[in-house]
T-cell receptor
Framework: ETGVTQTPRHLVMGMTNKKSLKCEQH?????MYWYKQSAKKPLELMFVYNFKEQTENNSVPSRFSPECPNSSHLFLHLHTLQPEDSALYLC?????????????FGSGTRLTVV | GENVEQHPSTLSVQEGDSAVIKCTYSDSASNYFPWYKQELGKRPQLIID?????GEKKDQRIAVTLNKTAKHFSLHITETQPEDSAVYFCAASGNDMRFGAGTRLTVKP
């Protein structure tokens, strides 16, 4: 483990379900991110949190709702998703919201919407 | 916003050969350029990075070069081994971190 843990690793949900993805880091980082990884596409930034405050919402549909109760935990609440939302959802963290730090990624949640 | 282009999308080399992956970026304010390696079914991992005040950086068999004027940077892997097979992502960090689409590198034994 690199210090960023995501659960669950796999999730299959129907379009009417409500589920949540969880991300936890114990690296002492202050910035956390949600990315969507689809086949043959660049990593898509979804949300950015800095000191548990949302600093960026990258035009993400409202069926994705993030929550950051503290600097160590990040959630992504899902409801009424579409099949095209099936992807690998990656959480990442960095020491600060500065542009000179590499990210530590979690292993991701493989989401399938049926 | 930043736009990062990465080429090639797939690359196959013979073990022992060199591999080069190239990226271009659009935002002149970008000043940090990391490279990530993602093995099948695993998380992306930072393997090397370069900052805008440096033109080249090397770490054993991998090296990165940066041409700020031309807004492009490259990853060079020498003496490739089968365990180098993975998807490699470049990224450019300006106002935010933007990733290239990835290069699937296959090293044939």
């Amino acid at each position: 483990e690199t210090g960023v843990t995501q659960t669950p690793r796999h999730l299959v949900m129907g379009m009417t379900n409500k589920k949540s993805l969880k991300c936890e880091q114990h690296l002492g980082h202050n910035a956390m991110y949600w990315y969507k990884q689809s086949a043959k596409k660049p990593l898509e930034l979804m949300f950015v949190y800095n000191f548990k405050e949302q600093t960026e919402n990258n035009s993400v549909p409202s069926r994705f709702s993030p929550e950051c109760p503290n600097s160590s935990h990040l959630f992504l609440h899902l409801h009424t998703l579409q099949p095209e939302d099936s992807a690998l959802y990656l959480c990442a963290s960095s020491p600060a919201l500065s542009m000179n730090y590499g990210y530590t990624f979690g292993s991701g949640t493989r989401l399938t919407v049926v | 916003g930043e736009n990062v282009e990465q080429h090639p999308s797939t690359l196959s080399v013979q073990e022992g050969d060199s591999a080069v992956i190239k990226c271009t970026y659009s935002d002149s304010a970008s000043n940090y350029f990391p490279w990530y390696k993602q093995e099948l079914g695993k998380r992306p991992q930072l393997i090397i990075d370069i900052r805008s005040n440096v033109g080249e950086k090397k770490d054993q068999r991998i090296a990165v070069t940066l041409n700020k004027t031309a807004k492009h940077f490259s990853l060079h892997i020498t003496e490739t081994q089968p365990e180098d097979s993975a998807v490699y992502f470049c990224a450019a960090s300006g106002n935010d971190m933007r990733f290239g689409a990835g290069t699937r590198l296959t090293v044939k034994p």
